[in-house]
T-cell receptor, first 118, second 117 residues
């Protein structure tokens, strides 16, 4: 069974601080996909990034960066120079590849509430 | 670009009533997923359909049923509603993913907020 753990329930930072959200996952599959989603107070789920298990290249996109390490089963997310608009719940999610396709349900972590104060 | 459409966006029901949530996937998407997110909780997978057939089932109560129609839209039917069914219900759609390095993204709808009084 797949499992995603986000140990940080809430994080509060002051604007312009850097913040890292932790995510640890468990899966028996060798091929899987990891995601970060943002859920602002309005409630919609906003897709941020997907990484494939066979691609450990880390990525930077503007103020966002991701650190994927298979050796430690971690997929951490960093926001540089945080802004008030970054305040939201952030979910890490995992999807296992199934033979025959069609079944790629997402398993989410419990989420981390990030509050960025002015 | 067209997105996933969910209706209604808000729904208020009494206990023991029934509710039907609708999901219209992005054009040419043939796979639909339903998720339930309780207050302060993470989204939980309920059920998915591919080409009008159920492809996987999660923690969906027996009081709930769902189907996908020939035009690929999907409906989630909930009967004998309980207070605990109050949640945000998300539908997501994708094209079929056959495994390997190609992953066809799940696009989420805005959700239907169900309140059971």
């Amino acid at each position: 069974a797949q499992k995603v753990t986000q140990a940080q329930t809430e994080i509060s930072v002051v604007e312009k601080e850097d913040v890292t959200l932790d995510c640890v996952y468990e899966t028996r599959d060798t091929t899987y996909y990891l995601f970060w989603y943002k859920q602002p107070p309005s409630g919609e789920l906003v897709f941020l990034i997907r990484r494939n298990s066979f691609d450990e290249q880390n990525e930077i996109s503007g103020r966002y960066s991701w650190n994927f390490q298979k050796s430690t089963s971690s997929f951490n997310f960093t926001i540089t120079a945080s802004q008030v608009v970054d305040s939201a719940v952030y979910f890490c999610a995992l999807s296992e590849a199934r033979s025959g396709g069609s079944n790629y349900k997402l398993t989410f972590g419990k989420g981390t509430l990030l509050t960025v104060n002015p | 670009a067209a997105g996933v459409i969910q209706s209604p966006r808000h729904l208020i029901k009494e206990k023991r009533e029934t509710a039907t949530l609708k999901c219209y996937p992005i054009p040419r998407h043939d796979t639909v997923y339903w998720y339930q997110q309780g207050p302060g909780q993470d989204p939980q997978f309920l059920i998915s359909f591919y080409e009008k057939m159920q492809s996987d089932k999660g923690s969906i109560p027996d009081r709930f049923s769902a189907q996908q129609f020939s035009d690929y839209h999907s409906e989630l039917n909930m009967s004998s509603l309980e207070l605990g069914d109050s949640a945000l219900y998300f539908c997501a759609s994708s094209t079929r993913t056959s495994g390997g390095p190609v992953y066809n993204e799940q696009f989420f709808g805005p959700g239907t907020r169900l309140t059971v009084l």
